[in-house]
């Protein structure tokens, strides 16, 4: 079965600092990867999806950015933080067929 | 922009009975509805997924689908403390992408 790791699992930086999420994973090939954001108390927000090496779609124009540059490997990536970048951070996989996704443990990021 | 809508809550349920979670979707065209549980703090766990109308049981836990009224629902029987979390539904939107909603908070008063 397949495996969703990502790290880090917590993570405070201040305003305008960069940033580098890394999500990898086992058990499975050429899958769909997500990256989606949960605010406080809210719903999960795709922003990005990938379903290819070097293939990304963007869902919400922010100054967030992803990268596939392996097969197993998703980056969230940001230039310059800000405050309302604060969330949860999901990796999550896609299988084909039964369009079901499984989530990674997350990465809970504050911003201060 | 295809919607999922479910009512945030909370739902408070007393142990042992059943709880109803209730979702309706938008788009017509969808094929696939989940649910998914999340405790506090942690990532969603899917736990149900259905593809026909109809019933699907898996233990305590029941989908049901109604293309028709493009509604799914989940019946959770002999309801239990464990089971108090945000569940959430996600239906999908084309071959990659699956659209969820907002959550319903259910917890079980023992």
């Known amino acids: 079965s397949q495996t969703i790791h990502q790290w880090p699992a917590t993570l405070v930086q201040p305003v305008g600092s960069p940033l580098s999420l890394e999500c990898t994973v086992e058990?499975?090939?050429?899958?769909?990867l997500y990256w989606y954001r949960q605010a406080a108390g809210r719903g999960l927000q795709l922003l990005f999806y990938s379903v290819g090496i070097g293939q990304i779609s963007s869902e919400v124009p922010q100054n967030l950015s992803a990268s596939r540059p392996q097969d197993r490997q998703f980056i969230l990536s940001s230039k310059k933080l800000l405050l309302s970048d604060s969330g949860f951070y999901l990796c999550?996989?896609?299988?084909?067929?039964?369009?079901?996704?499984?989530f990674g443990p997350g990465t809970r990021l504050t911003v201060l | 922009q295809k919607e999922v809508e479910q009512n945030s809550g909370p739902l408070s349920v007393p142990e042992g009975a059943i709880a109803s979670l209730n979702c309706t979707y938008s788009?017509?065209?969808?094929?696939?509805f989940f649910w998914y549980r999340q405790y506090s703090g942690k990532s969603p766990e899917l736990i149900m997924f259905?593809?026909?109308?109809g019933d699907k049981e898996d233990g305590r836990f029941t989908a049901q689908l109604n293309k028709a009224s493009q509604y799914v629902s989940l019946l959770i029987r002999d309801s239990q403390p464990s089971d108090s979390a945000t569940y959430l539904c996600a239906v999908n939107e084309g071959a990659q992408k699956l659209v969820f909603g907002q959550g319903t908070r259910l917890t079980i008063n023992p």
């Open positions: 259905i593809y026909s109308n």
């Open positions: 788009d017509r065209g969808s094929q696939s």
């Open positions: 058990g499975t090939s050429n899958p769909n």
């Open positions: 999550a996989l896609g299988l084909a067929g039964p369009f079901e996704q499984f």
